[in-house]
């Protein structure tokens, strides 16, 4: 099933694994019309939402990595740098160390210097791709209902994270309690995402059904952040049967 709301475009398939080929094969298109460009600016999300397009990123061969410079979108602080829940260590191990890419630009949350310095990369590398998910209370990157400004004059910041942020960090897998889960995070706030060229949003599991339902029939606004997607000029929502299934018929 495919349409599209305002102006963003949904992609629902059958399994988690052709929803994830499906937004491979849109993204690596992505990246071959831009075969004119030096090089390609792109976003990853950390998450185990994003595993299937990742997989099926590096599984393809006609994509030239070498003219991409890696970057991600938002990083805990507090953990130590070699912690598996890490969303750099995270990347590092199922893309970034896979592929020849021409530079891999990790966020240092661990001083605050570490916001502004992310910040003036983002704007001497202006993003061309954003890789993403949505949260189950909406969210894109850490942009969480109350921190989120669609108008936001940070590129990058520190937030404090709602309890079901939180608690989706358990339902995931991540951290074994809801205790363990970081109450603060450096974020890419939503102007950094949306500013972004390309949005592809892949969205699986009926954890987020609610979400995506949201975001395709909510009014446009901070209360469910990932509804800014239907704004943007070009971006695509990619569902699985399960997180679609409160707009199915």
């Known amino acids: 099933m495919n349409f599209v709301k305002d102006k963003l475009e949904v992609s629902v398939s059958e399994t988690r694994d052709i929803m994830g080929k499906v937004a491979a094969q849109d993204i690596a298109d992505c990246i071959n019309k831009m075969a004119d460009k030096e090089e390609i600016n792109m976003i990853f999300a950390a998450a185990p939402s994003q595993n299937d397009v990742l997989y099926h990123l590096c599984e393809r061969t006609d994509i030239d990595w070498t003219k991409i410079n890696a970057f991600h979108m938002d990083e805990y602080i507090g953990l130590p740098n070699d912690a598996p829940q890490k ?99 450096l974020t890419l706030t939503i102007p950094s995402l949306t500013k972004a060229a390309h949005l592809f949003c892949i969205v699986p599991c009926s954890t987020k059904a609610n979400a995506v339902y949201n975001t395709i029939n909510g009014d446009i606004n901070e209360k469910c952040p990932a509804t800014i997607l239907r704004l943007h000029n070009s971006a695509k929502l990619y569902c699985d049967g399960d997180s679609a299934k409160l707009i199915k018929g």
Not at 90 to 104: A, C, M, T, W, Y
Not at 119 to 140: F, T
Not at 144 to 165: G, I, Q, R, S, T
Request: hydrophobic fraction near 40%.
């Open 87 to 185: 969303f750099s260590n995270f990347l590092i191990e199922r893309i970034f160390s896979k592929k020849p890419f021409k530079s891999v630009n990790v966020i240092d949350s661990s001083t605050e210097a570490g916001a502004k310095s992310y910040g003036e990369l983002l704007l001497e590398y202006p993003v061309d791709i954003v890789v993403m998910g949505i949260g189950e209370n909406g969210h894109i990157a850490f942009n969480d209902p109350h921190v989120a400004d669609f108008n936001d004059k940070e590129l990058v910041k520190v937030v404090k994270l709602d309890d079901m942020c939180r608690q989706q960090q358990v339902n995931d897998g991540c951290f074994e309690k809801f205790d363990d889960v970081p109450e603060f995070a």
